[in-house]
């Protein structure tokens, strides 16, 4: 005979867990942007994977502990820029609070709509950072064409495409 008390506690019991989950993964979050924030205060540059050892350290640990390469790569960018500018990572790879985010934006059907896009873009304050770290990506051959760069950039800030 089922019981559908029981499934129900145990119904309840997964949700118990999987919120002590999302409070320990919140918790690491905001450990991890207090770090990021005390590298920032005390002057800390965090240059190339494979010629400076915080970006080494930093990655490879990453694929050492199972990440793919690629989404390694996108993650030593977002510390990267987020030790540059002392402003804590909010979406790691899309996981704001435990959840994806997404959304699509209109495709420019003209020119100048694609050049009002790239416009608004280059007008922020940490776009030549983000274009710096793209040649620097695209020159050490951690991404084999620009577009590769950006789209990689994107998908480890959590924007789907």
Not at 48 to 76: H, M, P, V
Not at 78 to 84: G, Q
Not at 114 to 141: H, M, P, V
Request: proline share 1%; with cysteine; net charge positive.
């Amino acid at each position: 005979m089922i019981s559908y008390a029981n499934k129900a506690a145990t119904i309840a019991t997964s949700l118990i867990e999987a919120k002590q989950h999302d409070d320990k993964a919140s918790s690491l979050r905001e450990s991890v942007n207090k770090e990021i924030v005390g590298l920032h205060k005390d002057k800390v540059v965090v240059g190339r994977y494979n010629t400076c050892s915080i970006a080494t350290a930093f990655q490879d640990t990453l694929t050492t502990g199972g990440w793919a390469k690629k989404t390694a790569q996108n993650y030593l960018t977002l510390f990267k820029n987020a030790v540059a500018t002392g402003k804590p990572v909010k979406d790691w790879g899309g996981t704001k609070a435990g959840g994806r985010k997404g959304g699509k934006t209109a495709k420019a059907t003209t020119a100048k709509e694609l050049a009002d896009k790239l416009a608004t873009a280059y007008r922020d304050a940490d776009f030549e950072g983000f274009i710096n770290d793209l040649q620097a990506s695209y020159e050490n051959a951690e991404v084999e064409t620009l577009l590769e760069g950006i789209r990689s950039y994107l998908e480890a800030a959590g924007v789907k495409l």
